[in-house]
């Protein structure tokens, strides 16, 4: 259902939000990929848009349907999503980056199938761009929101990557344990930004996103009206 005039905050603004995870190609028929699902992304993408918000999705591949949105961009790899994002970035607002981008690529993808002619193989990998530490060091930025995410020491991790990504805010959630993360129905997320935090505890991962995208919201709005 619609929700009142009155809660549609971001009426006229424009939302760049990357989702799911990239996949990094090793030859035509392989690639390294994460367990992200894309659902996080895709519930806030339409949460955002349900308060009003312009929004332009960059996505790798989920099996998820598209949400309604103003756009929607399909990815593979972490240099493709990096060169939709950097295509979109000047026209938006606030750039929410909720993918799970490869931190690595093979450093040489093979032309052809790899053959198992070897007892051993070695994959030599080189770094990937990080496309948000990019968009926050653009002049002048767009509003950037991260997210963390942390197997261990979630609260120091996430803040010395707000502060080392320049970042207004960044969403800390715990992976890879027995509750919420990667292929899970519910999350919980702690969302830090300058002097301020919020706990938002266990719940459906679209409820979360409704919140999550309210939380974005009001903090952008402070700053900017
Ligand atoms: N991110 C990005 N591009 C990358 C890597 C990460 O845009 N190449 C973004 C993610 O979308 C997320 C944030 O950066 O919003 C943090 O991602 P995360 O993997 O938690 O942190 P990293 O900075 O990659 O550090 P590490 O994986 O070593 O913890
Ligand atoms: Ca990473």
Redesign the pocket.
């Known amino acids: 259902a619609m929700r009142p005039l009155a809660e549609r905050l971001l009426t006229g603004t424009r939302v760049l939000l ?1 989702a799911g995870p990239t996949r990094e190609l090793l030859d035509p028929v392989r690639y390294l990929g994460n367990r992200s699902s894309g659902r996080m992304g895709y519930a806030l993408a339409s949460a955002l848009g349900h308060l009003g918000a312009q929004v332009v999705l960059v996505s790798g591949p989920t099996a998820l349907p598209v949400p309604k949105v103003a756009e929607s961009i399909q990815v593979e790899t ?1 240099l493709e999503m ?1 060169a939709a994002v950097m295509e979109q970035v000047a026209s938006c607002d606030l750039f929410v ?7 690595y690529r093979p450093a040489e993808p093979a032309a052809r199938k790899i053959k198992k002619d070897a007892e051993e193989l070695t994959l030599r990998l080189v770094r ?6 990019e ?1 926050a060091a653009l002049t002048p930025p767009p509003f950037t929101v ?5 197997t261990d020491e979630v609260e120091r ?1 996430a803040l010395a ?1 707000r502060t080392a ?1 320049g970042l207004d805010m ?1 969403a800390a959630n715990r992976v890879g344990g027995e509750r919420g993360g990667f292929e899970r129905d519910e999350n919980a997320l702690t969302v830090f930004w300058d002097g301020g935090r919020r706990d938002l505890p266990m719940m459906p991962k679209t409820r979360l996103a409704r919140e999550l995208a309210a939380l974005i919201a009001e903090r952008y709005l402070e700053r900017h009206v």
Do not use: S
């Open positions: 990357t972490a990096r980056a909720t993918a799970a981008v490869a931190d990937n761009p990080d496309i948000l530490a968009v991260g997210f963390a995410a942390e991790h990557k990504k960044i």
